[in-house]
């Protein structure tokens, strides 16, 4: 019960605070009778759309269990002494943030940021990591679950860089009719995503798919091997991550690739340019503007996946 948390400090001071969402803000705490550190989401309920993101979150993860899931523990809700309303949602915690922190730790306050840099088979696992759990929420459950927000922030490292991905406020539930995904009553339209990563049907007012939530992985891991986010300016109206990665391919691939990548652990023989050239292939296979020609990530979870045993 929310009554059994302590904060691991002093009480929800800004020193426990981890981060802020969308929807409010999220602290590191303690849970005295399991002596087992949580993160804590505390909704700002005056917040448009604060309610939906909190139900979808809860609706989303409650049947569904995954290695690269980031964990609720529960969901709860009270009300203060000046009868102000909130709900928080209480997740496990993951000690190395978000993959955001670690592809731009310039950006990064200093207490905050990771001491190194991911290496090439950390980065491939880390992208294996999150095709898989998106491969078991499209096709694995009796629905399928859109996570429609996928992005960097979104996309937690536990103690051994494990990939958990969270953040399901904006995440909708299809039900499966004649091999064909249809949005159930509990969902509605409108999901806009985040800028950059949100597939580009989304802003044309085009149905919620799984498509659209390759689209997002494939801008992931695009962002994740170039060190370059989508929404960055050097990019014009006309030339995007995508046409930049496509630019370089095969010939100038280190060059895009983020010069801060460890090669270390390659097989001799196997070089670094020939690896990445693969990955972005993978990626802009899912970057591909009409839906239906994207990869399915059970796909892109076994390119992935044999990539990284030919070249490690
Ligand atoms: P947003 O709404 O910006 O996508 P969230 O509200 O889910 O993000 O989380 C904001 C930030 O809080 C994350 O980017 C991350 O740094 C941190 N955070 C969220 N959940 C956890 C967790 N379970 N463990 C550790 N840090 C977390």
Not at 145 to 174: E, M, Q, W
Not at 224 to 252: D, H, I, Q, W
């Amino acid at each position: 019960s929310y009554g059994d948390l302590r904060n691991a400090t002093d009480g929800f001071s800004s020193s426990s605070l981890i981060g802020s969402g969308s929807f409010g803000a999220v602290f590191k705490a303690l849970l005295p009778a399991q002596n087992k550190v949580v993160a804590v989401k505390v909704l700002n309920m005056q917040r448009r759309g604060a309610m939906k993101s909190f139900m979808a979150e809860c609706e989303s993860l409650k049947d569904v269990r995954h290695r690269n899931l980031v964990k609720l523990l529960t969901a709860c809700s009270s009300i203060d002494y000046q009868g102000n309303q909130f709900r928080a949602l209480i997740y496990e915690f993951m000690p190395n943030g978000s993959l955001d922190m670690w592809l731009h730790p310039e950006e990064v306050e200093e207490i905050h940021r990771p001491s190194r840099n991911l290496t090439l088979l950390e980065r491939l696992r880390i992208a294996i990591d999150v095709a898989s759990v998106l491969d078991y929420l499209h096709v694995h459950c009796h629905e399928a679950i859109v996570h429609c927000d996928l992005k960097p922030s979104n996309v937690l490292l536990d103690n051994d860089l494990t990939a958990h991905v969270s953040d399901f406020g904006l995440a909708r539930i299809l039900l499966k009719l004649d091999q064909e995904y249809f949005l159930n009553q509990l969902s509605s339209a409108g999901v806009r995503g985040t800028i950059g990563y949100a597939a580009p049907e989304y802003g044309l007012g085009g149905q919620i798919s799984t498509h659209g939530d390759v689209y997002s992985f494939g801008i992931l891991v695009l962002e994740m091997f170039s060190g370059k986010r989508p929404t960055n300016e050097v990019f014009g109206e006309n030339f995007t991550l995508c046409s930049y990665v496509k630019s370089a391919l095969p010939e100038r691939v280190l060059e895009v690739a983020d010069e801060f990548i460890l090669h270390s652990g390659l097989r001799i023989g196997f070089p670094a340019a020939k690896c990445l050239t693969l990955v972005f292939e993978v990626g802009l296979r899912c970057c591909e503007e009409s839906p239906m020609s994207r990869l399915a990530m059970s796909e892109a979870v076994k390119e992935l996946i044999s990539i990284r045993e030919s070249f490690f």
